[in-house]
């Protein structure tokens, strides 16, 4: 090939899957230097792409049918070489077809949607697709595109003015632990009353201070953690965007967390984490470099803590989560800030 290449990663959502997507750009760009890196993302996913070194440019999907044709169309004028589509929906196979890159390469593991699109198309069987990182899943598509891998770096880089607007809302800290108590599903998320137990030893026990941060919808669950704790948590009230997030979770010594959209961004930005897990499977979306733990009850459970409620096999709507008690995760939280502190 005599000009640099022009690849598109398509990965539309979530939040970790977007995070953990790191190595796939850190080996194009290896491999490639001068290559054009782009990804495609829904729009709340897009600020989090452009924290990575490694991506040029993000395309926005449209919202609106109407912008469809010109979003297609400029796809096809961008004169990309490879597409790496990761999602294999109908949908990002009309985008793939789009952009009549000369390869295409799909992965999939639940089904095979438009496989005459592709040049390449993998499968991973499920068994093995459970027993392997997300990440690994990713890379096994730069195979056909004939990129090697050499790193399994996932690195997000906040912008300069959102970190002094962080400091701002941290300062005169001194070991500061960040716990974000939110999760996608109410099954997976630990008694409030715990976590202000935690709170409370951690903060006698430990001389670190707690910041307490929850998303959009999640007031309730930060209410409730205020409402139990005895000692003095400080509440993070400030309305942010995923850039934002990213430059304070930078600020911290550890972030105590679920299994969550926010623990992967506070893992890429350099911050270790704490994390609760229920049945999910610990393996398919660990945090990404070293340092991190992952509590998880001893499965298959034997003492369940909600049987009318729980549905076994199905991780979304389990409450192991429950069966972790407050003296392992302050054991865990303990361990983590045995060091000296990552900002003193």
């Known amino acids: 090939m005599t000009s640099a290449p022009r690849v598109l990663v398509i990965r539309r959502r979530y939040l970790g899957d977007i995070v953990l997507l790191g190595p796939v750009f850190r080996n194009l760009r290896l491999h490639w230097p001068g290559a054009h890196l782009a990804a495609v993302a829904e729009p709340a996913f897009a600020p989090l792409l452009a924290l990575n070194p490694d991506v040029n440019e993000t395309l926005v999907l449209p919202r609106r049918l109407g ?22 929906t109908e949908r990002t196979a009309l985008i793939t077809r789009a952009t009549g890159a000369p390869c295409r390469v799909a992965i999939w593991y639940v089904r095979h949607a438009w496989p005459w699109v592709y040049t390449a198309a993998l499968q991973s069987q499920p068994a093995e697709h459970e027993r392997r990182s997300i990440i690994e899943y990713y890379l096994s598509a730069l195979g056909p595109a004939g990129v090697p891998v050499t790193s399994r770096e996932v690195r997000l880089v906040p912008r300069e003015a959102d970190l002094v607007s962080a400091r701002l809302l941290v300062r ?4 500061k632990i960040l716990l974000h108590p939110g999760s996608r599903s ?10 202000a137990a935690v709170c409370d030893r951690v903060q006698d026990e430990l001389g670190a201070q707690v910041f307490v941060l929850g998303g959009p919808g999640e007031q309730d669950t930060v209410n409730a953690i205020r409402a ?32 969550s959209g926010p623990m992967h961004v506070a893992a890429a930005v350099g911050t270790p984490v704490v994390a609760l897990l229920g049945s999910q ?32 096999g199905d991780s979304y709507r389990n409450l192991c989560v429950r069966n972790i008690t407050v003296d392992r995760v302050v054991a865990a939280v303990r361990e ?3 060091g000296k502190s990552r900002h003193s």
Do not use: E, Y
């Open 67 to 88: 912008d469809w044709p010109g979003f297609l169309l400029r796809l096809r004028r961008a004169g990309f070489t490879h597409v790496l589509d990761l999602d294999n």
């Open 172 to 175: 005169n800290a001194g070991r």
């Open 186 to 195: 109410a099954f997976r998320m630990w008694p409030a009353a715990n976590f």
């Open 228 to 259: 139990a704790a005895k000692s003095h948590l400080v509440t993070i009230n400030t309305a942010l965007g995923l850039a934002q997030f990213a430059a304070l979770a930078a600020q911290f010594d550890l972030m105590l967390c679920h299994d």
């Open 281 to 312: 499977n610990p393996v398919v979306f660990a945090p990404a470099g070293p340092g991190h733990t992952l509590l998880q009850p001893p499965l298959p459970c034997t003492a369940c803590v909600a049987p009318g409620q729980c549905v076994p």
């Open 336 to 338: 983590k800030l045995s």
